[in-house]
């Protein structure tokens, strides 16, 4: 598994079209827009839980592998007695999902895994509420938003991405809750709803080091440009999390020479791109010194597969989540200091080869746009959840995407790996034309609806659109970013599939003008005229 780590940004103040005005005073017709009922919630919470039963009766498990063969985790014995200095040394992830576990593992020593299913089927629950809240925001009819967010919950992707102990659920819900912030900061003005933004934009910043410094910063930018009457707000709420987020680049300067929350950049942008280039073209560079060595060795593998040159210690610190080769449990600690220089030359190696080899950089860039066009549920990792929900995932798959298996069985062929019996078996290449329609109709007409001066919907108020820009920025971001990532782009977009959820939504509603929210505040008796006597 390889984490996100490219330090990239999407100039979020370029979103089209003059600067929209400053927040909008709700009218009494917005005002009548109702987000939710306690009717509404409860029912939503109930089926909710009965679909938690139906997958436990499943089969279903919370997937804690993670902690004893996770790449992004700690050991968990450090977490556990040495949690501050983990963290310290921590240089190959952003310190976020690594506290997160530790205080668990410190608040419940001995049912720490149970502590964390909970926590994550708690936050099932609550990304379940905050798509249907976001979408009710945006003036969506009550019906199809219950029922967009409806399906989005019983989804196979949002049942194994809720079952795994991973930043993925946790980056989705901060995620369309900074969406949530927004929209309610713009209506109300109020500096709670900014700090409540800052705080999940920070949070994501600390977890995913796809998000990046540059990332928060623009969108602090952009906040500031469009709203000059809130902009003292902005910029209160915004300063210490921007402090906190540059010392933790700053530490990693001083701690490994690298400004940037995680060391890991050359590797992941390594993966199935160097292997791409013949092992014959591979030595022969590498016996003329143009590549390393580590070229002809898969990234993330085992310590012992490197040259000992890379682990060789010529600092003071011997602390285990800095200094040596190996979890307590034998697993391999790719934080140790080694793998900093291991990941410098990956980089360096895969800008040569895509310097000089432009065909491969498309056909790797090709497989990262093959892979976010698959299902999400499509991401084999851990036990064997997907075998548990196989029957709806290929419900799924076939009756919604309308999947096409293109090439099934072939050797060292790239694509899906299908599990056989419980076991990884043959590989096969498949498309799914109505997922990939309903991606690229919904960033097209969108992009027509928020962006275009004709286009744009006057059903929307400025707040509204502010907040489905804001939407759609987040999601080329990850798109683009995800592209230098050529395996799990897939599961990168989960984090964004609430907010197409909710720009579909808009386009439903700017097709069908029924399944907009009604204005009743304009529906008024009228009285009776009273007839002359």
């Not at 809130?230 to 709420?237: E, G, L």
């Amino acid at each position: 598994m390889r984490m996100d780590h490219v330090p990239t940004c999407v100039p979020l103040f370029l979103v089209g079209g003059p600067p929209i005005v400053t927040c909008t005073i709700p009218t009494q017709a917005q005002e009548s827009v109702r987000p939710f009922t306690m009717r509404t919630v409860c029912l939503m919470a109930v089926l909710y839980v009965v679909r938690l039963a139906i997958c436990y009766i499943a089969g279903v498990r919370f997937d804690s592998s993670i902690l004893t063969h996770g790449w992004q985790v700690l050991d968990p014995e450090l977490l556990r007695s040495h949690l501050l200095e983990s963290l310290y040394y921590l240089h190959s992830q952003p310190p976020g999902f690594n506290l997160f576990i530790g205080c668990v593992i410190k608040l419940f020593p001995h049912d720490y895994l149970q502590a964390l299913s909970w926590i994550y089927c708690a936050g099932g629950l609550v990304l379940y509420l905050e798509v249907y809240f976001l979408m009710r925001k945006c003036h969506v009819g009550g019906r199809l938003s219950f029922w967009l967010s409806t399906i989005f919950m019983v989804s196979p992707a949002f049942i194994l991405y809720e079952s795994f102990l991973f930043y993925t659920l946790p980056i989705a819900i901060l995620l369309t809750g900074s969406a949530l912030a927004l929209i309610y900061f713009l209506e109300t003005s109020k500096a709670g709803w900014c700090a409540v933004l800052n705080v999940c934009l920070f949070s994501i910043c600390m977890i995913n080091a796809m998000f990046h410094l540059i990332f928060y910063l623009l969108v602090v930018i952009w906040l500031v440009r469009i709203l000059p009457t809130q902009r003292r707000q902005v910029i209160a709420c915004s300063w210490i999390p921007l402090v906190l987020i540059f010392a933790l680049y700053s530490k990693n300067f001083l701690l490994v020479g690298q400004f940037t929350s995680s060391t890991w950049l050359g590797q992941n942008i390594a993966i199935n791109r160097l292997s791409a280039l013949p092992d014959s073209d591979r030595q022969r560079l590498i016996n003329a010194g143009t590549l390393s060595p580590v070229s002809m060795i898969p990234p993330f593998s085992m310590p012992e597969m490197y040259p000992a040159k890379y682990f060789v210690n010529r600092t003071s610190s011997t602390f285990p989540g800095w200094a040596s080769a190996y979890k307590s449990n034998g697993d391999g600690n790719y934080n140790h200091f080694g793998f900093v220089g291991i990941s410098k030359d990956y980089l360096r190696d895969t800008l040569y080869v895509m310097r000089y080899r432009p065909r491969l950089a498309l056909v790797s860039t090709a497989k990262a746009v093959y892979y976010y066009l698959c299902p999400s549920s499509d991401y084999l990792w851990g036990n064997d959840n997907d075998i548990k929900i196989k029957p709806l995932i290929a419900l799924t798959d076939h009756a919604v995407f309308g999947k096409i298996v293109l090439v099934r069985g072939q050797p060292g062929l790239y694509g899906k790996l299908v599990m056989e019996d419980g076991k990884p078996g043959r590989r096969e290449v498949a498309v799914y034309p109505i997922l990939i329609a309903g991606i690229i109709l919904t960033l097209v007409y969108s992009s027509k609806l928020l962006f275009s001066q004709r286009g744009r919907p006057s059903w929307l108020t400025s707040n509204q659109l502010i907040t489905a820009r804001y939407m759609f920025v987040v999601i080329v971001y990850v798109m683009l970013v995800g592209f230098l990532n050529a395996t799990e782009n897939n599961r990168m977009r989960f984090d964004t599939d609430p907010f197409y959820a909710l720009l579909f939504s808009i386009c439903c509603c700017s097709i069908v003008p029924q399944l907009r929210e009604q204005d009743r505040s304009a529906i008024r008796k009228t009285p009776a005229m009273s007839t002359p006597e």
